[in-house]
């Protein structure tokens, strides 16, 4: 809908003629009427005082398309990545249990090491129990970063090392 038939359909929801419209802004029924004709466009100011008095953005007065706001797809994004990192946690879940499973039904002393340890030293799961668990923590943590609207956690754990980098360097200096 373009903006004379949008002036229009809002004039006229709102029970104005041409007349108490033109009478409201200070112009003519005539300017009104060339405005509901698309043969002229109001100034400015009465598009300012149109939006105010119809209660609309000048967007919607003008006859723009909606389109999604950014806010809508920041969330939309938001909860893209939240779920991709869900599903990190939960592989990172499934691999850990597998490992921790696998070495308890079969244990193995490891060079003399016993227990879970050994037996994931022994049956070559450790690299995988390790890395299952770090997807587990960081997947988790970057899902809940996401969802509570916070910045991402990899990028919040890089400020605090960086902090706590500074902090060492600047106790090295004393």
Known sequence: MNFSER?????????????ALAEKLGVSRQAVSKWE????????????????LFEVDPNELLGFEHHETDANHKTEHNTQRAVFWLVIGCMGFIVTVFCLGWSMAHP????GIKGLHGSLLGNDCMEAFLIGCAAMIVGLLESYFEISGRNSFLAWMKKELHWLANQIFKLDEE
């Open 108 to 111: 193995v002393i490891y060079n």
């Open 7 to 19: 002036l229009t359909a809002l004039r006229k929801q709102k029970g104005l003629s041409q007349e």
């Open 37 to 52: 004709r698309n043969e002229a466009q109001p100034e400015l100011s009465k598009i300012v005082a149109l939006c105010e």
